[in-house]
């Protein structure tokens, strides 16, 4: 029997992932559907990626692919356009915050063509509960919402700043003005560290800027070269991780041996790295995530060319120096901070005195020390379970999350980044827009 009650969902998070969502969610005029959207800081579309406030802060994905929605990939082209851009092309690498913007933009123009079917809330969830078959979302103020499905969207979350915050993030308040000669250290070599470079650049930062990380490795650059069509018969899904690299490799060489480009085989992967990573064992997920995530992301994750260019002058020239080492701990020295590393391929310990230390060591990367009251209480009272490897939710292959019995409830989803246990690549827009308009399909269809 059908339910003519219209779905409605709670969408906790009103980033990247939550805005996408709720445009996907209203955009099939046929739909009767009520969506909420929470976001405490009541800022919408500007999560920790989009909320950048420099110009030189941008994505690194091109407009091209950055549209809200995977079956009208020239949407976030036209928008530009509409807004006279300056752009030849559609490879462009766009502003962070003009991203954030084109976001709020999909967002309400969802709610202006579905009139009385969207509502956002400056409000902080604390907990979720299922009762009959509907989910009761806490909030802070004191009042709850009943919905038929509650989906967390939280996005990434950033770790705390090591060292006893005497380590500082980039753009807190406890990142204050410099001696513009100063020294200083930025702990990580990833897309945070071009972020922490660039703010030191746009204050015409002068000193020595020391990178430390494990590997010492830097993000490389984009080429606008095309993906290389691979055929899934040709992946060998299942097998162990050196045999995976071995015909990894392969591929490479050969593409270059022919005078093409190496990302066109990391582009031309791409379709299949969700189904690569689920064939693999938690074993072999272990090892990719130790042994081969570092140089995986400085390959996958690019930086568009003229920051690329930049940085790469900026390591020549001497201002910048990377360090391949381990950081084993800071403390105050004087006026200023006193890091001590071991540097990689040694015993020794090293000392490094500077005028302050930038972490730039990514996101949390263990669910279970989340600092969000939902995920806590989640985990807390087994109504939902980190993955195995503790860097998501668990959740099946529709998003569902999934308790410590190892059930899935039904009406409780994930959507972003909480779900990379599962999906591991679903941290950037061409993947989350595609597993929203998938989860959006489902809710709207099920109506049983």
């Known amino acids: 029997m059908t339910n003519r009650n219209p779905p409605s969902v709670t969408i906790i998070g009103g980033g990247a992932s939550g805005v996408l969502l709720a445009a996907h969610l209203l955009r099939n005029p046929q739909s009767d559907v009520h969506v909420t959207l929470l976001e405490r800081r009541g800022q919408y579309g500007q999560g920790l990626a989009y909320s950048a406030s420099q110009r030189d802060h941008k994505v690194n994905v091109p407009a091209r692919g950055m549209s809200a929605f995977a079956d009208d990939p020239e949407h976030f082209w ?24 084109y976001l709020e933009h999909v967002l309400s123009e969802a709610g202006r063509l579905r009139p009385g079917r969207l509502t956002v809330l400056a409000e902080e969830a604390l907990a979720v509960r299922e009762a009959d078959g509907e989910i009761e979302t806490s909030l802070a103020n004191g009042t709850s919402l009943t919905s ?43 897309l945070s560290m071009v972020d922490a470079w660039l ?5 015409d ?51 270059e041996a022919g005078g093409g480009d190496w990302r066109s085989v990391i582009d031309g992967l791409r379709p299949f790295n ?5 064939s ?7 090892q990719a995530l130790r042994h081969l995530r570092p140089w995986w992301n400085i390959h996958r994750h690019r930086l568009p060319p003229d920051l690329h260019e930049r940085l790469s002058a900026a390591v020549q020239n001497g201002q910048v120096e990377l360090i391949a080492a381990e950081f084993l701990g800071v403390e105050r020295h004087g006026e200023g901070v006193r890091a001590t590393i071991r540097p990689r391929g040694t015993t020794e310990r090293q000392t490094l005195d500077v005028a302050r230390l930038y972490d730039c060591g990514g996101v949390t990367v263990d669910v279970a020390t989340s600092s969000n009251p939902v995920i806590r209480d ?24 999934i308790d410590n019995a190892g059930q899935a409830c039904q009406h409780l989803l994930a959507v972003g980044p909480l779900t990379r246990g599962r999906f591991f690549e679903i941290e950037a827009v061409p993947d989350i827009r595609q597993q929203c308009a998938d989860i959006a399909k489902r809710i709207l269809a099920d109506r049983e």
């Open 78 to 101: 036209r928008w530009l356009q509409a807004r006279n851009y300056p752009a030849e092309s559609s490879w462009v690498f766009v502003p962070r915050r003009l991203y954030g913007v």
């Open 148 to 190: 038929q499905h509650a989906i967390l969207a939280v996005g990434h979350e950033t770790q705390p700043a090591r060292g006893r915050g005497i380590a500082v993030r980039v753009g807190s308040e406890n990142d204050t003005p410099l001696d513009l000669d100063a020294p200083v250290i930025i702990l990580g070599s990833g």
């Open 199 to 203: 703010s030191l650049a746009q204050a």
């Open 205 to 255: 930062h002068r000193g020595r800027i020391i990178v430390v990380s494990r590997n010492g490795f830097l993000p490389k650059g984009h080429r606008d070269v095309p993906a290389l069509p691979i055929d899934a018969a040709d992946v060998p899904f299942g097998t162990d991780l050196p045999q995976f690299l071995r015909w990894f490799r392969a591929r490479i060489a050969q593409v």
């Open 274 to 278: 969700q189904r690569l990573w689920q």
């Open 280 to 286: 693999w064992s938690e074993r072999t997920k272990r």
């Open 378 to 401: 989640l985990i807390a009272t087994g109504k939902g379970r980190p993955d195995a490897l503790h860097i998501g939710l668990d959740v099946d292959e529709h998003c569902h999350i």
